[in-house]
């Protein structure tokens, strides 16, 4: 059987280690991660490899050759574009002979049994193997699930984590027949499990995985580099190592000479005919290449040192990786998370602060402290979004300098010349960042229209008319310190997952396009947005019977800048309204839940001592809305939900409604009850606006006062919600205690878990094997379905190291029972 080792990736993430060099060269342990999976083929006889190749290719063939010198025959397969892991796998289909194959990547680090996988691919008699394993974060992989038979029963490629309910995810190691090409056409980009596996999935064909014991580690990262080396010191994947064992732990190769007055601390590697100087002091799993001198007084710790490196005297280099030719002069301090691209001059008792990138041919000068990358770079985090956006503490972990990266960065993944609008609330913080925001986007070739101070919805139908996305920026609910920059597409929704995966990786490698001077962009301001915002609302939005009905109403605009809207909306309904906080406080741009609450009780005051017929209060941005009924009560935000969902099915009678998994299924019988459609989505940020956005969709909310009114548009809209909500109770002469009452009362009890990230995908995993036969949804998280129709719904969140619980139940008692035990489960997982 022939191989097939796929080493065509760039390795984007590890820039800058691979600005210069592919992937699969990167040294693990002073070997090429390559040279380490062609030494595994090898082992379990598969040694006619074809080798696919694309970018940096040159380096790769002029490396390895024909593999005479590893005892193998390697041919090469070139690709002039990217052509994906299937498309690789077709254009080296000649030198394959029409023989079975396996492919294997040559970027990941494993000691997985070859000669096992391929003969249960045999045994199985299958079409295509699949080598699984299981990792305790599966967020980046592509996850396989599999029958009690080892068929395949789906793929789901890089899940976000309310889609991840197992670890076991695909290796990119596969046993395959000859046939299995014939479902590829040439020269075109094609995945095997975005593409090929789902095909023939869908035909029956024969598909198996196999769940692997061995190592495997997918180098994808800074962090899992670093791992890699340690993983090889101390023997947890095994692999040779080139070089003699001096002392337990301690492997020094060919040629090198280390002082008798060095201490080396094991497990650690100095490479050939590297020089190691008295009074060095070398720790764990530091890694030394080829060619090093390391003098005098330099201490290294967990440092991986590519080759030609010099190392000065009393140098302190810990947690970092140091590229190859780079000379780090006398006193330099290196630390942890730092990469040092190739080339690079490092000089004395200059010092790179954590988390820095420095990329090849840089100079670091005499005495610098460098605590941003040089050139280009931010350091390495798991997302740079989170439920909201991207959010941080004013001036700390959003400033000025990161907003104008992040606004290039969006500004890169649209085309030269396009129009894109930018908003902000009523805060100084926001003011001051939208500034930098419209200067980075106009420097990009962009043109900005500025709706400055205007409420969120305002935003997302400025920015779905007309333009191809907006920045907006807000102070975080709760948090007056802090802000959230949020970035829209055309139809005005926060960005799907897939573009925020887009603008992240165009962040982190900070390759911004800048507009040559006649391209930069026109900065405009429109006018008339609110009268324009409240006409089209007015349009659309049935209003009808309104005036006639002699309602009373009290509106609380929460400070915020809903009221630059209310009063020309009010006075076009022809509505008795009295407003109160109509004014805006810059210094106050948000409030704690204490003070909400103590706002809504006097509301719920105003409207009780005026006989009013509602109260309505929004919150700063006008974007989501709270209810108080005409006895002065406020309706929490579930029963909100169900009220406001109850009077429009009952209006409309057809259609569908959209509600996220979270909510309680107490819809279920409203919708019935009406004839109405129900539609569960998940919890994703533009996920509810999506849905929304289809044919026959005429009502969705979140359950914590946001609500979308479609014929309007498609994104949550307190402004509309209110507007509705006052037509459908004039028209049904009904109160908000009445429509509240006549809807079976539900009981949703919440929870959340802390979980470190490492667990959550073991914990997710046994929530499913402790659901055993009990009925299971997987549309966001895992939700778990009693036999007597009580739920539990089981997510880990995106952002942060914790697992959220609901359960709900026919009583308080039994939903927190069912919350109870479900915690328990996850508890135990992720200990």
């Known amino acids: 059987m022939k191989a097939v080792v796929m080493a065509g990736g760039e390795g984007t993430r590890l820039r800058p280690m691979t600005s210069?060099?592919?992937?699969?060269?990167l040294p693990v342990v002073n070997r090429p991660i390559m040279e380490h999976?062609?030494?595994?083929?090898?082992?379990?006889g598969l040694t006619e490899t074809v080798v696919t190749v694309q970018f940096l290719a040159s380096l790769v063939r002029n490396y390895f050759g024909d593999g005479e010198e590893l005892g193998m025959s390697l041919y090469y397969a070139n690709e002039d574009t990217p052509l994906g892991t299937a498309g690789s796998v077709k254009n080296a289909e000649v030198q394959l002979d029409g023989d079975s194959f396996l492919v294997i990547s040559g970027d990941a680090l494993t000691d997985i049994d070859l000669t096992a996988l391929i003969e249960y691919h045999r045994k199985k008699g299958a079409l295509v193997t699949v080598c699984l394993t299981r990792v305790p974060d599966p967020l980046e992989f592509g996850i396989t699930i599999t029958a009690e038979d080892g068929r395949v029963e789906r793929f789901l490629e890089k899940p976000t984590w309310g889609q991840v309910f197992s670890d076991t995810v695909n290796t990119g190691i596969y046993v395959m027949e000859p046939e299995v090409l014939s479902y590829i056409a040439p020269g075109e980009q094609v995945d095997w499990s975005g593409d090929v596996f789902p095909r023939l999935l869908a035909e029956g064909?024969?598909?198996?995985?196999?769940?692997?014991?061995?190592y495997w580690e997918d180098v994808g990262t800074h962090e899992?580099?670093?791992?890699?080396?340690?993983?090889?010191?101390?023997?947890?994947?095994?692999?040779?190592?080139?070089?003699?064992?001096?002392?337990?732990?301690?492997?020094?190769?060919?040629?090198?000479e280390i002082d008798p007055a060095a201490v080396l601390k094991g497990p650690c590697y100095v490479g050939d005919y590297s020089k190691v100087e008295a009074g060095v002091e070398i720790r764990e799993h530091t890694v030394i290449g080829s060619n090093v001198v390391v003098k005098t007084g330099a201490f290294l710790h967990r440092a991986v040192i590519h080759g030609n490196v010099?190392?000065?005297?009393?140098?302190?280099?810990?947690?970092?990786?140091?590229?190859?030719?780079?000379?780090?002069?006398?006193?330099?301090?290196i630390e942890d998370g730092v990469v040092v691209g190739d080339e690079c001059l490092i000089e004395e008792e200059s010092i790179l602060a954590a988390g820095v990138r420095i990329y090849p041919f840089k100079t670091v000068e005499a005495g610098a402290v460098v605590n941003t990358d040089v050139i280009w770079e931010q350091r390495s985090q798991r997302s740079l979004f989170g439920p909201r956006g991207v959010s941080g503490v004013v001036n700390v972990e959003i400033t000025p300098e990161l907003a104008v990266r992040l606004a290039s960065a969006y500004a890169t993944t649209l085309k030269k010349g396009a129009t894109v609008t930018a908003a902000r609330d009523g805060s100084r913080a926001a003011r001051a960042l939208k500034r930098a925001v419209i200067a980075a986007l106009t420097s990009s070739a962009l043109n900005?229209?500025?709706?400055?101070?205007?409420?969120?919805?305002?935003?997302?139908?400025?920015?779905?008319r007309g333009t191809v996305g907006g920045v907006a920026i807000r102070t975080t609910p709760g948090v007056p310190d802090s802000v959230e920059i949020q970035f829209l597409d055309s139809t005005g929704a926060d960005l799907s997952p897939a573009a925020q995966r887009k603008l992240d990786r165009v962040y982190s490698r900070a390759e911004f396009r800048r507009a040559f001077p006649g391209e930069i962009g026109d900065l405009a301001t429109p006018s008339r947005i609110f009268e324009s915002y409240v006409q089209e609302l007015l349009s659309r939005v049935d209003v009808s019977g309104v005036p006639e009905s002699g309602m009373k109403i009290v509106v609380d605009s929460g400070g915020g800048s809903a009221g630059l809207v209310l009063p020309a909306l009010l006075g076009r309904i022809g509505v008795d309204a009295f407003t109160v906080n109509l004014g805006m406080d810059?210094?106050?741009p948000t409030e704690s839940p204490a003070e909400q609450a103590a706002a809504l009780r006097r509301l719920g005051e105003l409207v009780s001592s005026s006989r009013a017929s509602v109260g309505v209060r929004f919150d700063p941005v006008g974007e989501r809305i709270w209810l108080v009924d005409e006895t002065g009560a406020r309706i929490d935000d579930e029963r909100a939900l169900l009220v406001l969902m109850d009077l429009v099915a009952a209006e409309r009678v057809g259609g569908t409604i959209a509600l996220p998994v979270t909510s309680t299924r107490v819809a279920e019988k409203v919708t019935a009850f009406h004839k109405v459609g129900l539609e569960w989505v998940s919890t994703a940020p533009d996920e509810l606006t999506r849905v929304a956005a289809q044919k026959g969709v005429i009502f969705g909310g979140d359950g914590r006062g946001g609500f979308v009114i479609p014929e309007f548009h498609a994104s949550l809209d307190g402004i509309a919600a209110f507007t509705r909500l006052l037509g459908l109770l004039a028209r049904t002469h009904l109160t908000l205690s009445q429509a509240d009452s006549r809807i079976p009362r539900a009981y949703v009890r919440r929870m959340d878990v802390p979980t470190p990230w490492a667990a959550k995908g073991m914990v997710m995993r046994t929530v499913v094997e402790a659901a055993q036969d009990r009925v299971l949804d997987t549309t966001d998280g895992v939700r778990i379905v009693e036999s007597d129709g009580r739920w539990t719904l089981v997510l880990p969140d995106p952002a942060e190291a914790v697992t959220h619980l609901w359960a709900e139940g026919p009583d308080p008692e039994s939903a927190d029972e069912l919350l109870g035990l479900w915690a328990a489960v996850v508890e135990q997982a992720g200990a």
Request: charged letters at 25%; hydrophobic letters at 40%; aromatic letters at 6%.
């Open 205 to 214: 064909k024969p598909i198996y995985g196999y769940v692997a014991e061995g």
């Open 586 to 588: 810059e210094a106050h």
């Open 224 to 256: 899992s580099y670093i791992k890699a080396q340690a993983d090889v010191l101390t023997g947890k994947v095994e692999t040779d190592i080139d070089g003699f064992e001096t002392a337990p732990g301690v492997w020094v190769a060919e040629g090198a």
């Open 448 to 464: 900005v229209r500025d709706l400055e101070c205007v409420p969120m919805p305002v935003a997302r139908l400025q920015t779905a």
């Open 20 to 25: 210069s060099m592919p992937k699969p060269l």
């Open 37 to 44: 999976v062609l030494r595994l083929l090898k082992r379990h």
């Open 310 to 333: 010099y190392i000065g005297p009393q140098a302190n280099l810990r947690g970092c990786v140091v590229g190859k030719n780079t000379d780090v002069m006398r006193a330099a301090r």
